[in-house]
């Protein structure tokens, strides 16, 4: 049953990141799950100082609140005339420093680090379990990437359309009527919840690997935005799938496998995709040579 646990949090993970990854590589804010990853270290610590606890739930809450500024920081700053990447890089250091000052002046004593806070370790998920009216029900990390995949899969779907024309052509969304900036802060919001709920229990790697590296393979494969769901998706699930029994043959980190295995298939697409791939671009150019 570990593995099977372990297995369906990877699947978890990878749906979850690669639905959302889609549309932040089309708007080209790729770096931003690991940017909230980064700067959500001061809610964390302000949750511990207000609550005096390291509960999983106060931390959370404290890294969401947290997460959603990093979100408003960034666009703030982009429509102050700041480039979107320069954008993340300051807002993210920036409040990740303060987390750092903060752990280093107020929690000396305590176990508050980003070790035992930030990055978790998915071989660790079948053990933190939630027991229901005296039954275990099951891993807590499963049971929230759940909600979490759910939610985001629900809120997609209900404005696929809106989404789709504001990650493609921001100027035509406003032209029709399409509250752009609204739509923008809530699939900011939608990463930034997927990002929490994922990291404390799969680690920082996992997850901005999945929110990048499968959507950026799909991107390879097809033109069609339905299409680049499906493609990253399934991309993420064979990532995992492969990742973790690569981990078990060579006795390594299961989360730095099976982003292994995602960047190996982002190599394969870049070379032999049909419409992007080197080698066939490479194959037209000497046949128009010719």
């Given at each position: 049953m570990n593995d099977f646990w372990i297995l369906l949090t990877a699947a978890l993970v990878a749906c979850s990141c690669s639905l959302l990854g889609c549309f932040l590589v089309l708007r080209r804010m790729a770096m931003i799950g690991d940017a909230i990853s980064h700067s959500v270290l001061p809610g964390i610590v302000i949750a511990f100082l207000l609550s005096g606890s390291r509960d999983?739930?106060?931390?959370?809450?404290?890294?969401?609140?947290?997460?959603?500024?990093?979100?408003?920081?960034?666009?703030?700053?982009?429509?102050?005339?700041?480039?979107?990447?320069?954008?993340?890089?300051?807002?993210?250091?920036?409040?990740?420093?303060?987390?750092?000052?903060?752990?280093?002046?107020?929690t000396r004593q305590v176990d508050l680090d980003l070790d035992c806070v930030l990055y978790g370790e998915i071989i660790h998920v079948p053990w933190d379990t939630i027991t229901f009216a005296g039954v275990d029900i099951g891993p807590k990390a499963v049971w929230a990437l759940g909600l979490v995949l759910l939610l985001s899969g629900t809120v997609i779907a209900l404005f696929y359309k809106q989404f789709k024309i504001c990650a493609f052509d921001p100027?035509?969304?406003?032209?029709?009527?399409?509250?752009?900036?609204?739509?923008?802060?809530?699939?900011?919001?939608?990463?930034?919840?997927?990002?929490?709920?994922?990291?404390?229990?799969?680690?920082?790697?996992?997850?901005?690997?999945?929110?990048?590296?499968?959507?950026a393979t799909a991107y390879l494969l097809t033109e069609k935005l339905s299409r680049m769901i499906g493609y990253s998706m399934?991309?993420?699930?064979?990532?995992?799938?492969?990742?973790?029994?690569?981990?078990v043959l060579l006795d390594a980190s299961i989360a730095g496998c099976m982003i292994t295995?995602?960047?190996?298939?982002?190599?394969?697409?870049?070379?032999?995709?049909?419409?992007?791939?080197?080698?066939w671009r490479k194959l037209r150019q000497k046949q128009a040579a010719l």
């Open positions: 999983s739930l106060f931390m959370m809450l404290g890294a969401s609140v947290i997460g959603l500024i990093t979100v408003f920081l960034i666009q703030m700053f982009h429509q102050s005339g700041v480039q979107s990447d320069a954008a993340i890089g300051v807002v993210f250091t920036a409040l990740f420093s303060i987390g750092v000052v903060l752990v280093s002046i107020y100027a035509m969304a406003a032209a029709v009527g399409i509250p752009v900036a609204l739509f923008h802060y809530v699939l900011m919001g939608l990463v930034s919840v997927t990002t929490v709920a994922s990291f404390e229990s799969v680690g920082a790697i996992l997850v901005v690997g999945m929110l990048v590296v499968p959507a399934v991309i993420g699930l064979l990532s995992s799938t492969g990742g973790y029994y690569l981990s295995v995602a960047g190996l298939l982002f190599v394969a697409a870049l070379l032999l995709s049909p419409s992007h791939g080197v080698v």
